[in-house]
């Protein structure tokens, strides 16, 4: 018995591939694409970093209670004038301070879709994916 040959085997360099627009990596931009991800990604990481300085104060009860936030909305500090404390009327202190805390979380929420939106301007993300 014969032994049979054994066509050879072409060999195709990763590159050579079919271009397919449709399928990443196959020529049609994907690294371009990928490229563009990761240098929005590290802005991304640095405009956080930045928001993470950033602060934002409001002030309710015409400047007896002041709250001041930074980007990430975190809460850095409250200050009570002292004479807004009324051992009497500890209702209308809570009611300061909720009032201000709300109103420095919504501002500091407002300066992070200002400094992110500059980012994914061109992209076409469902609100308050970021």
Known sequence: MAKRKKAPRSYRSPGSRAKN???PGSGGGGADMMAQLQAMQEQMAQTQAALAEE???ASVGGGMVKVTANGQQ???????Q???VDPDDVEMLEDLILSAVSEALE???KLSEERMGGLTAGLDL???LL
């Open 21 to 23: 627009p449709r399928m």
């Open 74 to 80: 975190e809460i850095l500090t409250i200050t009570i």
């Open 55 to 57: 602060t934002v104060e």
């Open 126 to 128: 469902p609100s308050g």
């Open 82 to 84: 002292p004479e807004v």
């Open 107 to 109: 501002r500091s929420r």
